[in-house]
């Protein structure tokens, strides 16, 4: 699907959608459970969810549908190997439900073979690898097919409690697909990050979806310890609205439309939540607390780098974010980022985001350039010089990814002629009612 939006600003209140990264967490922590039924309320009908649904139902879980967004969960059981082939697991484009469930895939059935499509199959995998054959684990992939089989046979599990040893900076999704599973086994675990650890609150969105289900965890000096011999047991619960969602919203208000973001969480512990900092630290405004917003960049930390200008123009101020703990904000941010005057916006430590739906270090630069932006991408970061309007007038492509086409449609409504943006309904992943809200906004889609 291609779309035309012809610019306007925004007007109105905005409820974003359910957080995808808790409804992943709940519904397989609600699938691990050992006896009884769970209700999880709130869900979004997004892709991404759809993958995980699908592929706890081929591992055995009964979930089924009570009204929309909410749903009736039987679990598993705890640490039960079934036998017969090993069930293929479509993983659709969704990293989230790859990475959580090879693991509970050996759990639950000593072996499974998983799929995926776009470039899911292509994005790293390595940590697993490594550990598992360790642990005599069978590791094959091949063809855009990875299989995994514990070799352990029938009512043996797959895996051993212990040490496991992963990189921190890879992605938090490794930690967190071990981390359901090994509260399962006899004996007590730890993991270990051998590099410095990125993006540590989505492990304690999961830890805080297990303690829904009676597992418990805990960090000490670094190192997250997990007591074995436990059982996930049956629990309610509602999915929050998504912060990563929600900030494509509060970009849209800080470049000047009238939108007001309603129903979030102000202690929720997605890490996504940043995103009001970081807007903050855009517009060159002090943080809470009185703290002064730490203006970084080239010159060294704590030294703003000034740029001399016309009489007749602001003195531009440079503001540097590390985004290696929230990368999904990256687009929102650089959309933020090239529209406030006089702001030079550095996102550091964002090589992670070359292995997402796209490379979007290169689509974020991509994108907002051919609208008129001036974005520089480096190998580890982008440079975006803030401007008070963008010409607009081309067609971009969304380059299937979901955040990329949502960027483009904020910057629309600070350009001065019509955008059109190709395969916009790969908003789908996360986010169906992306354009049905924009519309409502009062945004103007051909």
Not at 272 to 285: A, Q
Not at 342 to 354: F, I, Q, S, V
Not at 365 to 375: C, F, I, M, P, Q
Not at 412 to 426: F, Q, S
């Amino acid at each position: 699907m291609n779309i035309t939006i012809t610019p306007t600003k925004l007007r109105g209140i905005i409820i974003p959608p359910p957080s995808k990264s808790q409804a992943h967490r709940l519904l397989i922590a609600a699938a691990l459970t050992d006896r009884g039924v769970s209700t999880i309320r709130g869900l979004s009908d997004s892709q991404d969810i759809a993958a995980t649904r699908r592929c706890l139902a081929a591992l055995g879980a009964r979930i089924d549908d009570l009204e929309p967004g909410t749903v009736r969960i039987r679990g598993l059981g705890s640490g039960i190997v079934e036998a017969g082939p090993a069930p293929i697991l479509d993983c659709g484009e969704s990293g989230s439900t790859l990475r959580f469930l090879i693991p509970v895939a050996l759990l639950v059935n000593g072996k499974a073979t998983f799929t995926g499509h776009g470039r899911l199959m292509e994005r790293p995998l390595k940590p697993y690898a490594e550990v598992f054959r360790e642990k005599g684990v069978a590791w094959n992939q091949e063809g855009g097919v990875l299989t995994v089989d514990g070799g352990r046979g029938y009512d043996a599990l797959a895996l051993d409690p212990g040490e496991y040893r992963l990189p921190g900076n890879v992605s938090s999704q490794f930690f967190t697909g071990l981390l359901f599973v090994l509260p399962l086994l006899e004996g007590d675990s730890t993991l270990v990050p051998t590099t410095p650890l990125e993006s540590v609150g989505y492990i304690n969105m999961t830890r805080q979806a297990q303690a829904l289900a009676g597992v418990r965890s805990c960090w000490r000096d670094g190192i997250l310890h997990i007591p074995g011999g436990q059982c996930y047991q049956p629990f309610a619960a509602s999915v929050e609205a998504d912060w990563s969602q929600a900030a494509f919203w509060y970009a849209a208000e800080g470049v000047g439309n009238a939108v007001t973001v309603t129903g979030m969480n102000a202690e929720s512990i997605q890490g996504d939540r940043v995103i009001l900092d970081w807007g903050r630290m855009i517009r060159n405004e002090p943080l809470g607390g009185g703290v002064t917003v730490p203006i970084l960049g080239q010159g060294g930390a704590g030294k703003p780098v000034v740029h001399r200008t016309r009489p007749d123009r602001p003195q531009r101020y440079a503001v540097s974010i590390d985004v290696s703990h929230a990368p999904d904000l990256v687009p929102p941010a650089a959309v933020w980022g090239a529209l406030t005057p006089g702001c030079d916006l550095y996102l550091k430590n964002a090589g992670r985001l070359r292995l997402k739906e796209s490379d979007r270090l290169t689509t974020v630069t991509e994108v907002l350039n051919a609208l008129g932006a001036d974005v520089t991408e480096e190998a580890e970061r982008l440079l975006i010089r803030g401007q008070e309007t963008l010409p607009g007038g081309v067609t971009v492509d969304s380059h299937n990814d979901h955040r990329i086409a949502m960027m483009a449609a904020i910057a629309a409504t600070r350009c001065e002629k019509p955008v059109t943006i190709l395969g916009a309904e790969c908003v789908n992943k996360s986010y169906p009612n992306f354009w049905e809200d924009y519309r409502k906004l009062g945004g103007i889609i051909q």
